[in-house]
């Protein structure tokens, strides 16, 4: 298990893809947080365990019916202070 960080680029706000990737997550029980930064590009910070990475990426790449996804950049993170029990959006 490790905690990423991912960078989405593309068509991500203003087009319900943090609702729509959230929910996805909600239901696959991760743990994290989605949020939209000010250069129009959406974070995600996670907790992924290996064998959940593909589908973990599924999601991101899916998106909501209005998003376009053209790239997902991610790193592991160490110095993780966020911890959940579920997955939220923040704002």
Do not use: C
């Not at 729509?20 to 696959?28: D, E, F, G, H, T």
């Not at 290996?50 to 990426?57: N, P």
Request: negative net charge; aromatic residues 16%.
């Amino acid at each position: 298990m490790e905690w990423y960080r991912f960078i989405i680029r593309g068509r991500v706000q203003g087009v319900f893809y943090r609702k729509a990737v959230s929910q996805s997550m909600m239901k696959k029980q991760f743990k994290g947080y989605i949020k939209n930064l000010g250069d129009g590009t959406v974070e995600v910070v996670a907790e992924i365990y290996d064998d959940e990475f593909d589908t973990f990426m599924e999601i991101l790449r899916e998106g909501s019916p209005l998003s376009h996804v053209d790239t997902i950049d991610y790193e592991i993170i160490d110095d993780v202070e966020f911890r959940t029990d579920g997955f939220e959006i923040r704002y």
